[in-house]
């Protein structure tokens, strides 16, 4: 689909869209103003800027609370997401009053917050500040690096995701042998696969959604206010695997399509919600009548029994 965007008439939530299709790591920057007060907040512009000398850049909303600590801040943490540290992204991208009460983390340079247990984390020194539109653009220098290698958490199209090696990379060369072998290994352990599959059976399920002009996030949204109706937004975010700004954003527009209503901060299908929903469920259902096509159907109850069993784990 392609959209020009006039300045008077312009769809924010559809630019977001569209922005969507370029993957990103997560991170949580923090900072701590001369006064003693610490913020942080959850951020996916984080970018690479400089080797020589080392700097980094991010971004951050001009009107959000933690902006004038970030402007004051002599120094800031960039810490990256690993790929189980979902949680704490959704966390620190709430609106609370204590973002750090019942989170372990210790003092960094410049008395910035940084985080155990994180894929890699960067210390910097305030170096610059651009105007970037209604953000202003951060860049850090680096005087201090942390490179743990976990695997990070990612996000794309409203939900988060993994990193897993691309099977068109058929290289063998002596640098990646050791990508090689945990390929391998990724392919006769359970947690890898069940990810695989769920990849693979999404890539085929996607696309299928455009049909019903709707996002993969917004479909979820419906089906589970169909089946659990009235559930706010934080109990959403349990069931969708999504960022909590995603889910806002997602309800947002399933309210200006009239499909579902808030009523006292949880959220209900309206009539037409209602009819998306079972468009929802039966095309979820023909997909997986597709995909599970070369199995027994005791295979399946099977699959399905492993899954429950797994659920209560």
């Known amino acids: 689909m392609t959209a020009a965007i006039e300045e008077s008439n312009s769809d924010p939530r559809a630019f977001r869209r569209a922005l969507g299709n370029f993957a990103t790591g997560v991170t949580i ?3 701590r103003s001369p006064d003693g007060v610490i913020v942080g907040t959850t951020a996916s512009s984080f970018n690479s800027l400089s080797i020589d000398p080392p700097l ?11 902006s004038p600590i ?11 997401l690993a790929s189980d540290q979902l949680e704490m992204s959704n966390h ?10 019942d989170i372990e983390w210790e003092s960094g340079i410049g008395g910035a917050p940084i985080f155990p247990n994180c894929a890699g984390r960067f210390q910097c020194e305030t170096y610059d500040k651009f105007d970037g539109g209604d953000h202003w653009i951060f860049i850090g220098k680096v005087v201090s ?5 976990r695997s990070p958490l990612c996000f794309h199209q409203g939900s988060y995701s993994m990193v ?3 099977p068109g990379d058929a290289s063998k060369t002596e640098e990646n042998t050791a990508e090689s072998a945990a390929g391998e290994r990724m392919l006769n352990h359970s947690f890898f696969l069940m990810l695989m599959a769920i990849r693979a059976y999404q890539s085929k399920y996607r696309p299928k959604l455009e049909a019903l002009d709707l996002r993969l996030i917004e479909s979820r949204c419906l089906l589970v206010l169909s089946d659990q109706p009235n559930l706010n937004a934080d109990e959403l975010v349990m069931h969708v695997n999504a960022p909590i700004t995603e889910v806002h954003e997602a309800l947002g527009n399933l309210i200006d399509r009239g499909l579902i209503v ?6 209900e299908l309206t009539d037409e919600g209602n009819d998306k929903a079972s468009q929802c469920w039966n095309l979820a259902g023909e997909h997986a009548v597709e995909a599970f096509k070369d199995f027994s159907q005791e295979q399946v109850d099977n699959f399905n029994a ?3 069993g797994l659920i209560k784990y």
């Open 92 to 101: 620190f991208a709430r609106q609370q009053v204590d973002k750090f009460a």
């Open 56 to 66: 980094i850049l991010w971004s951050c909303m001009k009107t959000a609370k933690s």
């Open 70 to 80: 970030f402007e004051a801040a002599t120094h800031f943490a960039v810490n990256i």
């Open 262 to 267: 808030p009523i006292g901060g949880r959220y």
């Open 164 to 166: 897993f090696n691309h």
């Open 145 to 149: 690096f942390d490179d743990f290698g």
């Open 29 to 31: 920057v923090t900072a």
């Open 306 to 308: 492993v899954l429950r």
